[in-house]
């Protein structure tokens, strides 16, 4: 087989490798390391002993993804403040269009699976998100398949006790409440920005210490309204924003004096802001302006 070959069955499958790589990890620039890692072993491959090429490369992304987690969990451990992933940078119609793939990329699944063991989050990506079967992902892992079925019995528990209700975004209206809201915050008034937030809304901050950010969650309407307000007015003149759409909702990304300062993806159920997961760590924010392609 030629070296083109290999490259076009990778290629081809690009977009749900990638999506494997970042659901397990949480980071893009990681799972682009993990892909480039993956294709250096795949160029080796005899394809004429590959029956199933995309089983084979997600299992390959998978153990490869997995071996990345593990390294990171020291740096996890030390982290200042809450953990979020990378934001993702995607077509509003790659999310929308694919109910599962949109809630499998949300910021609030994202961080659920941050609560999952490295396995139970591989077993649960490939079985509930990618529909592999448990042979599979027991080869993948190296476990029993009766294992892995128990595994994703827990892992699947453990998620729906966590997450909210999954509302998928329209992209036009989302924006415009996402717009309302921050048009409304510029002029300071503290009752219309609490009559458009949900009475639980919690703002999220990342930063590792590495910029201004609260260190642990912000809850209640009127916390987070003056919050945000209160960031606005350290903004000053030099601030402007600018909508956006990651992990398949709005987002605003945050610029002083033109230097990228951060990005604040927004969740909306119905109608009202229930969740603001604000990046403000800048070694999380050198790759979020490249766009993604996502599939599953």
Excluded: C
Aim: hydrophobic share 45%.
């Amino acid at each position: 087989m030629s070296a083109s070959e290999h490259a076009d069955r990778f290629t081809s499958l690009r977009p749900l490798l990638f999506t494997i790589a970042y659901e397990i990890l949480g980071t893009a620039t990681e799972s682009d390391d993990v892909l480039q890692e993956s294709y250096l072993r795949w160029a080796e491959v005899d394809l004429a002993g590959v029956r199933d090429t995309k089983a084979y490369l997600a299992q390959l992304v998978t153990r490869q993804a997995l071996n990345a987690l593990r390294a990171q969990s020291r740096r996890r451990e030390e982290y200042v403040g809450p953990w979020l992933p990378e934001p993702l940078l995607v077509d509003a119609g790659d999310a929308s269009s694919d109910v599962v793939l949109a809630e499998s990329v949300s910021m609030a699944m994202m961080v659920v699976l941050e609560t999952l063991s490295p396995d139970e989050r591989a077993v649960f990506v490939l079985r509930e998100v990618f529909g592999f079967g448990y042979d599979d992902i027991a080869e993948t892992l190296g476990k029993s398949t009766s294992a892995v079925r128990q595994m994703a019995h827990r892992a699947r528990e453990h998620v729906q006790s966590r997450r909210k209700r999954f509302e998928p975004a329209n992209p036009k209206q989302s924006l415009e409440i996402t717009a309302q809201f921050f048009a409304a915050a510029s002029t300071g008034d503290v009752d219309s920005l609490i009559s458009m937030l949900a009475p639980d809304v919690v703002w999220t901050a990342d930063s590792d210490g590495k910029a201004s950010a609260a260190r642990r969650p912000v809850a209640g309407a009127d916390k987070v309204a003056r919050l945000i307000l209160g960031l606005l007015r350290f903004a000053g003149d030099g601030g402007r924003v600018e909508p956006a759409f990651y992990n398949g909702a709005p987002a605003l990304v945050l610029y002083l004096d033109d230097g990228l300062e951060g990005v604040i993806s927004v969740e909306i159920t119905d109608g009202l802001i229930t969740h603001f997961y604000a990046m403000r760590n800048p070694e999380k924010l050198g790759g979020v302006k490249v766009r993604r392609e996502i599939a599953r």
